[in-house]
């Protein structure tokens, strides 16, 4: 075996999605005028815009010529990588003005960026932890609910000074309907922030969002750690009786486009998946993988027993799989779309479904402040347990899945 492998990734997205074509296609063409009308010659700004499914959404907003194209996220090794991706390919690059900048969404700094730029007519926002390991102490629930919240709530605020009638994406994630973790409950929570109004009146914005399945090979998806752990050869890890669903990040990108510029105000865009074709048992899936690129799964229980055999294997044509139980915090068996209490709306695509907005109970505002206390002050108690029954206030329908085994725990 060579020290690393060469993995043809858009052959294993068809395979683990089970489509050699993008999903939405025919989405893309019916909403083919709308899309055309709102983004061609348009000040365009991303948030969080260096990441797996931001790249992917930039990408598409570059073939509509839009006037300005500015994309911000903390990573200035993503917003390089992203330039050259761009500036390389072979595709038209028909962008007048296209600027990155490595800037923290909700600092003070990017209070002064919006105020100094030209208003924009359309903005998408993809800055947001989205692990479940992300709950694990205080310390990273706060970090989680700051920048899926606080800053959110602090950039809503800055942006209706200068664009308050602009059209706003915010991107969500399946696990914030009927949520089982804090991470889930977190950005449900944001949902509440973008479409109640109740924190940022001014903002007269058209607001969207998306709740949609695994983006194969993502930035740290699971099937991202598959591709580094077979190129710097360690063994695989996927837990036992878990399924998902998976679209490509080019499908991500399709969602995230149409839901900014044609799904109603104040809906969430789901996708029209069938159980029974598209879930997939992830076992199933490293499966597919590892026989993909001419390897037998050798299966363990023992992370131990897996690394030690590693090359005795490899030598055999087989590759060590680690099955784990699904037995740590927040995980779900299979995903859902739609919370309890939630109604579906068609709205004229093959593909694509929406789901209409429900009032939270509480107060936003009260545990906004309540939030910002403390991370604020050094000297205020701060316990996990006492975040989650804040966040159950705002989040009723939360059923946290509590274990004292956490994914930072496993291989």
Known sequence: ???????PTDILSSLVTGRSADLFLADME??????????????????????????????????????????????????????????SSADDYPVADFRTFPVDYGSPLMHRFLAEMDSYELVFNFAALKHVRSERDAYSLLQMLDTNVIKAANFLGWLAEKSPECKYFCVSTDKAANPASLMGASKRIMEHLIFSGEVVPELRSHVTSARFANVAFSDGSLLDSFLKRLQSRRPLAVPRDTRRYFISLSEAGQICLIAAVSAPHRHVLISRLDQSKDLRDLESVACAILQNIGYEPQFYEDAVEAKANFEHDIEKGRYPLLLTDRDTSGEKPVEEFVAEGEKVVEIGLPNLLAVLYVPQRGSLLAFLETIRKLISDPHAPVNKSDIADLISEIVPELSHITSDKNLDDRM
């Open 1 to 7: 075996m060579n020290s690393t492998v060469q993995i």
């Open 30 to 87: 019916l909403c083919s005028e709308g899309i055309r009308k709102n983004i061609s010659g348009a000040r365009i700004l991303v948030i969080g815009g260096g990441g797996s499914i931001g790249s992917a959404t930039v990408r598409l907003l570059t073939q509509f010529a839009p006037r300005a194209l500015h994309v911000v996220d903390q990573s200035e090794n993503k917003l390089v990588e992203l330039v050259r991706d761009l500036r």
